[in-house]
T-cell receptor
Framework: GENVEQHPSTLSVQEGDSAVIKCTYS??????FPWYKQELGKRPQLIID?????GEKKDQRIAVTLNKTAKHFSLHITETQPEDSAVYFC??????????FGKGTMLLVSP | DVKVTQSSRYLVKRTGEKVFLECVQD?????MFWYRQDPGLGLRLIYF???????EKGDIPEGYSVSREKKERFSLILESASTNQTSMYLC???FGGGGENTEAFFGQGTRLTVV
């Protein structure tokens, strides 16, 4: 089955800095790569996703890049704000419509 | 607005009890999932269903079973609860038509403690 590795497990930045979270996947047939944000005590919510026919996608301060050859994809957050503090999960589609998640990155943005 | 609702936010059960976790979605989604979330381990798939009465094992199905008698409802069953099943359980659903993978919507989670 699919295996998703996510790094780093924790990331501390100063407000205004950029943050980058990286993921690798194992199944070359995977074609959908979402990113979820989970604030403390809340449910995971989709913040951005990318499909395998696209190399990059941007939505305001967040962007995702995909390198199919290397089987890795990354989340980029620019001009970080304290409200960006949360746990971020990457995921890759694997079989049917299931998602395999990475172990998560706790992002802490200090004012 | 998609709503995925889990029947309990917090649950405390005794070792050996049979436990039912219920999940209901209101968007006519074909796919439904049960994940467990543990610190440092992320979200691990227990079971999923892509249609009524259909079920498929995920990565960690041991000690669990599921039931999907109606499209909107997906139940997770712990046949004989054990302390190592103490965890946060998250239900999710997604649209399954058209062959294209789509966003999964999560419930609010059930924090289960087995004592």
């Amino acid at each position: 089955g699919e295996n998703v590795e996510q790094h780093p497990s924790t990331l501390s930045v100063q407000e205004g800095d950029s943050a980058v979270i990286k993921c690798t996947y194992s199944d070359s047939a995977s074609n959908y790569f979402p990113w979820y944000k989970q604030e403390l005590g809340k449910r995971p919510q989709l913040i951005i996703d990318i499909r395998s026919n696209v190399g990059e996608k941007k939505d305001q301060r967040i962007a995702v890049t995909l390198n199919k050859t290397a089987k890795h994809f990354s989340l980029h957050i620019t001009e970080t704000q304290p409200e960006d503090s949360a746990v971020y999960f990457c995921a890759a589609h694997s079989g049917y419509s299931t998602l395999t998640f990475g172990k998560g990155t706790m992002l802490l943005v200090s004012p | 607005d998609v709503k995925v609702t889990q029947s309990s936010r917090y649950l405390v059960k005794r070792t050996g009890e049979k436990v039912f976790l219920e999940c209901v979605q209101d968007m006519d989604h074909e796919n439904m999932f049960w994940y467990r979330q543990d610190p440092g381990l992320g979200l691990r798939l227990i079971y999923f269903s892509y249609d009524v009465k259909m079920k498929e094992k995920g990565d960690i199905p041991e000690g669990y079973s599921v039931s999907r008698e109606k499209k909107e409802r997906f139940s997770l069953i712990l046949e004989s609860a054990s302390t190592n099943q103490t965890s946060m359980y998250l239900c999710a659903s997604s649209f399954g038509g058209g062959g294209e993978n789509t966003e999964a919507f999560f419930g609010q989670g059930t924090r289960l403690t087995v004592v």
